[in-house]
């Protein structure tokens, strides 16, 4: 069956580097997208993987393993404002998304 | 700024009522969906319109009733609703469909409450 994997909540320090992790089991896969949500916002895209490898964005990059249905979105130089939810999802075919249901995502000071 | 408006931002609503959702983007975009998005729950693909076009009705009860006029709006028609209708109801917009790549621009949503 279609199932993506995400920690519900993480925790991290100001200045700090984090990972959030996605897996995901699919029928068909074309392409892994990351989005970040504030809390009573839109999801706001972040980041497309559809090839193996690290795609890097200033702080935030994604990585890519197909054969290991695996992702990650990690952020360097954490500030208050990356304090969101960050969800994770598959396109299974030409535009079809599966959701995690995401990751919250604590900053302290 | 998204470039996809939503109205009302929040709604209060008895389960007898009649109302209705908008959403217009700003985009110049082919393609707009309708999410449910619940507490810790993954987003919920309700409808799919190309180009004006319904392509997609993902079993959502007939108390939800989409209307798609021209490619910048669409509505969603509230009637009978049932408590765990209660939700936030998200409106995207994508270039087109047929493309894995295109990400989905969203709106702000709609916080629906059902007394």
């Known amino acids: 069956g279609q199932n993506i994997d995400q920690p519900t909540e993480m925790t991290a320090t100001e200045g700090a580097i984090v990972q959030i992790n996605c897996t995901y089991q699919?029928?068909?896969?074309?392409?892994l997208f990351w989005y970040q949500q504030h809390a009573g916002e839109a999801p706001t895209f972040l980041s497309y993987?559809?090839l193996d490898g690290l795609e890097e964005k200033g702080r935030f990059s994604s990585f890519l393993s197909r054969s290991k249905g695996y992702s990650y979105l990690l952020l360097k130089e954490l500030q208050m404002k990356d304090s969101a939810s960050y969800l994770c999802a598959v396109c299974e075919g030409n535009y079809q998304l599966i959701w995690g249901a995401g990751t919250k995502l604590i900053i302290k000071p | 700024e998204t470039g996809v408006t939503q109205t009302p931002r929040h709604l209060v609503m008895g389960m007898t009522n009649k109302k209705s959702l908008k959403c217009e983007q700003h985009l110049g975009h082919n393609a707009m969906y309708w999410y449910k998005q619940s507490a810790k729950k993954p987003l919920e693909l309700m409808f799919v319109?190309?180009?004006?076009?319904?392509?997609e009705n993902n079993s959502v009860p007939s108390r939800f009733s989409p209307e798609c006029p021209n490619s910048s709006h669409l509505f969603l028609h509230l009637h009978t609703l049932q408590p765990e209708d209660s939700a936030l109801y998200l409106c995207?917009?994508?270039?087109?469909?047929?493309?894995?790549?295109?990400?989905?621009?969203f709106g702000d949503g709609t916080r629906l409450s059902i007394l």
């Open positions: 995207a917009s994508s270039q087109e469909l047929g493309t894995g790549n295109q990400p989905q621009h």
């Open positions: 993987n559809v």
């Open positions: 699919t029928s068909g896969f074309n392409g």
């Open positions: 319109y190309n180009f004006k076009e319904q392509t």
